[in-house]
C-alpha cells in the first residue's frame, strides 16, 4: 500500500489517503520517496486550470528517492540507487521522438500527475528510463526541483544551442528563473534578469545576472532595447510582449517556458523586421537530465528552498499560493 496526499476536487485541501498501486510492470520502479518540489504546476492540476486533473489526485512531481523495487526486465538500477522523477514518468520508446532522443515530445508520453498518483506520498512509480541517475555531489533534498523547474529552463539552452557569447535575458526571478539565472551564469552568457519588484535586485545578482532591468519602467526596458539575443520568459501570466520582442537584437528569440493561460497577442511586425522568433518547450527527455545534473554538479548548481514536512502540505500550499515562497518549496516525507 501507498500512502500519500490527495486533493479530492479543485481547490480543495489535500488529505491523506491510502492505496494499492496494484502489481509493477516489468518496465517500471518504485522509488521511496525522500522529497518532493513544490511546483506551480501541482496548484494548476490541484485547481484543474488545464481542463485534465482528475480526483482524487496526489500531486508531487519533482521527486527525490531511492529505487525500492524493479520491474523484471529493468537492469539499468539497482535498489537502493538515489533517482529523481520529473513531469514525465513514461514514454512509447519506438516513435521517432523517443528513438531520436525526443522522449518528452512523444505523443504517447505519461505525465507523472496526470491520470495518475504522483509524489506527494511514501512511494511513487514510473517507467525505468524516466528515473534519472542523481550525481554525487547533489543535495538529495534540494534536488527535487531541478527535476521539473531546472530541466525546463536547461532545456532551451540545448535545444537552442545557446552559446556563452550570447546576451540572455530572464524574465521572471522566481521557482523556474532563478535557476536559469544560475545556468546562464556557468553557461558563459551575459545575463539580464526581468522582475517587477527591485527586492529582488540584489539576490538576481548574487544568483547570476550581470545586469537587472526592472519590468515596470519603460526607460529601462527602451536602454537595451535591440540588445539580447535570447529571452526566456518563466513566468504563468500575460506581459507586454512587445516591449520584450523590442529588447531583442536581429534574429533574436524569444521562447515561453511559462505556463501563460491567456494567448499571446503578437504583432506580425514585431517578429518581421527583426526576424525575431518566438517558441516554447516543456521540460527534457532523460538524456538533457542527465546533462543538467551533471552541470549542475560540475558547478555546484542547486535550487534556492525553503522545506516543509509533507503532513503541512496544505500550509506549504498557502505559502506558494501567496507569493512568499523563496525560491523553491520541498516537502520533506514523514509519512510512516
Known amino acids: 500500500m501507498i500512502q500519500a496526499y490527495a486533493v479530492h476536487k479543485p481547490k480543495g485541501r489535500l488529505k491523506r489517503i491510502e492505496f494499492d498501486p496494484g502489481a509493477l510492470a516489468a518496465d517500471q520502479v518504485e522509488i521511496a520517496v525522500i522529497a518532493c518540489g513544490l511546483c506551480h504546476s501541482d496548484l494548476s492540476m490541484i485547481n484543474n486550470e488545464w481542463g485534465d486533473s482528475e480526483y482524487p489526485l496526489v500531486p508531487g512531481h519533482e521527486v527525490v528517492g531511492t529505487i525500492a523495487k524493479l520491474g523484471a526486465n529493468v537492469t539499468h538500477l539497482k535498489v537502493g540507487d538515489a533517482v529523481g522523477l520529473g513531469w514525465f514518468s513514461g514514454s512509447c520508446m519506438t516513435c521517432d521522438q523517443c ?21 506527494f506520498a511514501d512511494k511513487v512509480r514510473c517507467q525505468a528510463e524516466w528515473a534519472t541517475p542523481l550525481p554525487a555531489g547533489l543535495d538529495m533534498k534540494k534536488a527535487g526541483p531541478l527535476f521539473c523547474g531546472g530541466v525546463t529552463v536547461f532545456n532551451p539552452l540545448v535545444q537552442f544551442d545557446i552559446r556563452p557569447t550570447q546576451r540572455v535575458g530572464v524574465i521572471g526571478i522566481g521557482g523556474l528563473g532563478h535557476l536559469a539565472l544560475q545556468f546562464l551564469n556557468k553557461w558563459g552568457c551575459e545575463v539580464t534578469a526581468f522582475t517587477s519588484t527591485d527586492a529582488k535586485r540584489d ?22 532595447a535591440g540588445s539580447l539575443d535570447f529571452i526566456i520568459s518563466t513566468v504563468a501570466v500575460a506581459l507586454d510582449w512587445d516591449a520584450y520582442l523590442a529588447a531583442l537584437a536581429p534574429k533574436g528569440r524569444l521562447h ?18 527583426g526576424q525575431h522568433s518566438l517558441s516554447g518547450s516543456p521540460t ?37 499560493e501567496a507569493g512568499k515562497a523563496r525560491y523553491r518549496i520541498v516537502l520533506e516525507n514523514d509519512l510512516s
Request: charged content about 15%; some cysteine; proline content about 6%.
Open 99 to 119: 528513438l531520436s532522443g525526443n522522449h518528452n515530445l512523444c505523443a504517447d508520453g505519461e505525465q507523472t500527475i496526470v491520470g495518475r498518483h504522483g509524489g
Open 284 to 320: 527534457g527527455a532523460p538524456a538533457t537530465l542527465r546533462t543538467m545534473l551533471d552541470f549542475c554538479a560540475r558547478h555546484r548548481i542547486e535550487p534556492v528552498v525553503e522545506t516543509f514536512p509533507m503532513s503541512r502540505v496544505n500550509e506549504a500550499i498557502a505559502h506558494l
Open 203 to 224: 539576490e538576481a545578482k548574487q544568483m547570476g545576472a550581470h545586469h537587472v532591468v526592472n519590468s515596470r519602467d519603460p526607460s529601462q526596458l527602451k536602454k537595451i
Open 256 to 273: 515561453i517556458v511559462g505556463a501563460v493561460l491567456a494567448p499571446l497577442s503578437v504583432p506580425a511586425f514585431a517578429l518581421i523586421g
